[in-house]
């Protein structure tokens, strides 16, 4: 791969590691284990293997690590680290770099699992979590210590879509000496510039975009060298969160077409935005790339486009919701996000049911809120779609 090449060049030709067969299409090493020609051979591989050397699957894999180049070539990163799930991501990058006595900051609205592993797991091995209002620069500030090693915030966050700004809370990070770890699902790694702008850590979740197409769960940290294969490895690798071969060519095929599904479903997402603006069934209508998201300054700056997920809150509360919901034709009621498909959401009784009702209003998460995550679909075809289940409600 060509440092030279542009984006979509190294999306279809990065990490590529051909066979003595020379196939096309990357082929899968759907296997656990590798032979050595010799016993000292053997010696010499557990000693230092080289990037191209293999022991064991839960350590590297060829077609994992075909993957581990591309998303990382994509993202600006010098290495990644393939995992599991998105959630492998999450728990192994902070797990890896945290031990007792260390303080974390979070922003406070976190999907629901990256909650579950500050609140529960980190702080029962003594790490000490606090969490503040992620677009609120004063109250990061405010909450940073001498002993604070990490700060996590997804970058957009879920459902509501407010954008924390990166390069603002890196820099007070840094001059505490903590390290900046995003959950960056929502900017989408097309879209993200985040290692540029101050992030020293990136996790995706690859069951979404990165898939995009509703097949697998996978995940993938990204850092630094000295980071991915002095920190993360060791950890990943003696705990099994690694992500299998067959997940990585699924992955590594999604990659090749990622940049034209976002852009494409980016698209859409700001013309049924622009298309849904003062609808009289809805009293908001958020889109981070719309003019009218209150952010969309430090959208513009950070990212360039909005992703692929716009909120709707109709008029009604959960009665409404549903009737909209139920009376879409084209758009599937589901979970996942940055599919193919288009996906409509009811995060208050489904991906944030659990929560209290008082937090649901802090985060904003209403009767009426319905997360819409656009698809590659035909944008007139679900804005029609959309526009005829709002004249049901
Ligand atoms: C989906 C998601 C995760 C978890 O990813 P899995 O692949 O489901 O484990 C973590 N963070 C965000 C923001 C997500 O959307």
């Known amino acids: 791969m060509s440092d030279t090449w542009n984006t979509r060049t190294k999306l279809v030709h990065g990490g590529t590691r051909r066979s003595q067969y020379n196939e096309v299409s990357e082929a899968i090493f759907l296997t656990q284990g590798f032979v ?23 350590y590297g894999n060829p077609t994992v690590a075909m ?11 010098e290495d990644a680290f393939a995992t599991a799930s998105g959630m492998a991501a999450v728990s192994g990058a902070l797990t890896s770099m945290l031990r007792a006595g260390d303080h974390v900051v979070a922003a406070r609205a976190l999907f629901g699992s990256c909650l579950y592993v500050l609140e529960e797991v980190l702080t029962r091995f003594g790490v000490e979590v606090s969490f503040v209002d992620g677009t609120d620069l004063a109250q990061w500030k405010a909450a940073l210590r001498a002993n604070t090693k990490v700060v996590f915030f997804e970058t957009i966050a879920n459902p509501t879509l407010e954008v924390v700004d ?5 820099s007070l990070a840094h001059a505490v000496g903590a390290s900046v770890v995003i959950d960056n699902v929502f900017a ?3 879209f993200s510039k985040a290692i540029a702008q101050g992030a020293d850590v990136v996790v995706y979740s690859a069951t979404k975009h990165i898939d995009g197409q509703g097949r697998a769960l996978g995940g993938v940290i990204l850092g630094s060298r000295d980071f991915i294969r002095g920190t993360v490895e060791p950890y990943m ?14 992955m590594l095929k999604g990659l090749e077409t990622i940049d034209l599904r976002v852009r494409a479903q980016a698209a859409s997402a700001l013309a049924m ?19 009218s998201h209150a952010q969309n300054a430090l959208v513009e700056r950070q990212m360039g486009k909005g992703g692929t997920v716009i909120s709707l809150e109709i008029k009604g509360g959960q ?6 919901l139920n009376a879409l034709e084209i758009v599937l009621i589901s979970n996942n996000l940055g ?6 959401t009811h995060p208050a009784t489904t991906t944030h049911q659990r929560l209290p009702e008082e937090q649901k209003a802090s985060l904003g998460i209403t009767p009426g809120l319905v997360r819409l995550s656009v698809g590659i679909e035909d944008a007139d075809d679900l804005i029609a779609d959309v526009k005829q289940a709002l004249a049901k409600v």
């Open 36 to 58: 050595y020609n010799t016993a000292e051979e053997a010696e010499s591989r557990f000693l230092k293997s080289g990037p191209d050397e293999f022991i064991y699957a839960r």
């Open 67 to 77: 993957f581990e180049d591309r998303i990382a070539a994509l993202e600006g990163a």
């Open 166 to 170: 990166i390069a603002g809370v890196a």
């Open 188 to 190: 989408t790694p097309v």
């Open 237 to 250: 690798k003696h705990t099994g969160g690694s992500m299998s071969p067959f997940t990585a060519w699924i």
């Open 273 to 291: 935005a622009d298309a849904l603006q003062g609808h009289e069934k809805l009293s908001r209508v958020i889109y981070p790339g719309h003019p």
């Open 319 to 324: 009665a409404a919701a549903f009737a909209f």
């Open 339 to 344: 599919d193919a498909k288009s996906i409509a």
